[in-house]
């Protein structure tokens, strides 16, 4: 069983569990992924690794409450312990060699480029970072971009937190200034990556995208999370799930990224009610 050692409340939508698990935290690096249930009845959900203690055992998980798992989930406390926490897996990011990268992140995803961004400043690179959020009440780990980063910019849509922008238009304005980016890593909503990713097109600039499609078994074996890159099939749990975002098919990702939208919201509905019986009794 695998202990949450620590559990904080980030926003109101967005959660951060510490949770015991040495096997996994000896080999995690940033980039990767785990997948656990909250039970033994419960379904298997992908959740990246947003960092990692290797002395203390411990791997760091930042999840959006989205579904009826991550509902299960929150309603766990320090103490408690979870079924399965099974990883590391995918492939981590690639940070070796690089001098200087620019890290866009937003909404939750920031919780992915967070490791992503410490683990390139730790090796020396230059780091600007850009994290977008819809506003004041969501912003999550400013503090922590702060110290990791050589630049930081903060973004929400209604202005109420730093810059009133779009991810994009501050990073136009950084590859307008100085082009000798190494690479972009991106890593968000769907719709914010394609976007991120059109932009770098245009200045030749290398980019990553990180992405999180349907997951289930983490292995390759059930096709849940495949994606055309370059015209190809490809499956984000075993050859990602950082891909080339000059290749990547975002408008397919983004059709099957709602496939089950309709049976998610019904389960999600019935756990909340679920828990609502509880509390009443």
């Given amino acids: 069983m695998f202990e949450i050692l620590k559990k904080k409340q980030l926003n109101p939508t967005v959660t951060l569990m510490e949770i015991n698990a040495p096997l996994v935290a000896k080999k995690a690096e940033p980039g990767q992924f785990i997948i656990l249930r909250t039970d033994k009845n419960g379904e298997r959900i992908p959740l990246t690794i947003a960092d990692y203690d290797r002395?203390?055992?411990?791997?760091?998980?930042?999840?959006?409450?989205?579904?009826?798992?991550?509902?299960?989930?929150?309603?766990?406390n320090e103490g408690d312990c979870l079924c399965d926490f099974v990883g590391p897996l995918g492939k981590?990011?690639?940070?070796?060699?690089?001098?200087?990268?620019?890290?866009?992140?937003?909404?939750?995803?920031?919780?992915?480029?967070?490791?992503?961004?410490?683990?390139?400043?730790?090796?020396?690179?230059?780091?600007?970072?850009?994290?977008?959020?819809?506003?004041?009440?969501l912003v999550i780990l400013e503090d922590e971009f702060k110290a990791v980063s050589d630049k930081f910019i903060l973004t929400t849509d209604d202005g109420s937190a730093g810059e009133k922008n779009v991810v994009t238009v501050p990073l136009q304005r950084l590859l307008e200034e100085?082009?000798?980016?190494?690479?972009?890593?991106?890593?968000?909503?769907?719709?914010?990556?394609?976007?991120?990713?059109?932009?770098?097109?245009?200045?030749?600039?290398?980019?990553?995208?990180?992405?999180?499609?349907?997951?289930?078994?983490?292995?390759?074996?059930c096709g849940g999370c495949r994606l055309t890159?370059?015209?190809?099939?490809?499956?984000?749990?075993?050859?990602?799930?950082?891909?080339?975002?000059?290749?990547?098919?975002?408008?397919?990702?983004?059709?099957?990224?709602?496939?089950?939208?309709?049976?998610?919201?019904?389960?999600?509905?019935?756990?909340?009610?679920?828990?609502?019986?509880?509390?009443v009794q």
């Avoid at 002395?55 to 766990?76: P, R, Y």
């Avoid at 992140?105 to 020396?124: D, E, F, R, T, W």
């Fill in 55 to 76: 002395e203390k055992g411990s791997v760091t998980i930042i999840f959006q409450i989205v579904g009826a798992t991550t509902e299960k989930l929150n309603h766990k």
């Fill in 92 to 137: 981590p990011t690639e940070t070796e060699g690089m001098k200087k990268v620019a890290v866009v992140g937003g909404g939750v995803g920031c919780a992915i480029a967070y490791p992503i961004a410490k683990k390139l400043h730790n090796l020396g690179c230059e780091v600007h970072t850009i994290a977008g959020f819809r506003t004041k009440d």
């Fill in 178 to 221: 100085d082009k000798n980016y190494d690479a972009v890593i991106t890593i968000g909503p769907l719709i914010m990556m394609k976007f991120v990713c059109k932009t770098t097109k245009a200045y030749e600039v290398k980019t990553i995208a990180s992405m999180n499609p349907i997951m289930i078994d983490g292995t390759g074996m």
């Fill in 229 to 279: 890159v370059g015209g190809k099939t490809v499956f984000a749990c075993v050859d990602g799930p950082d891909f080339d975002g000059h290749q990547i098919d975002f408008d397919e990702a983004m059709a099957r990224s709602t496939t089950y939208k309709t049976f998610e919201r019904k389960s999600y509905e019935e756990t909340c009610n679920l828990f609502k019986k509880e509390d």
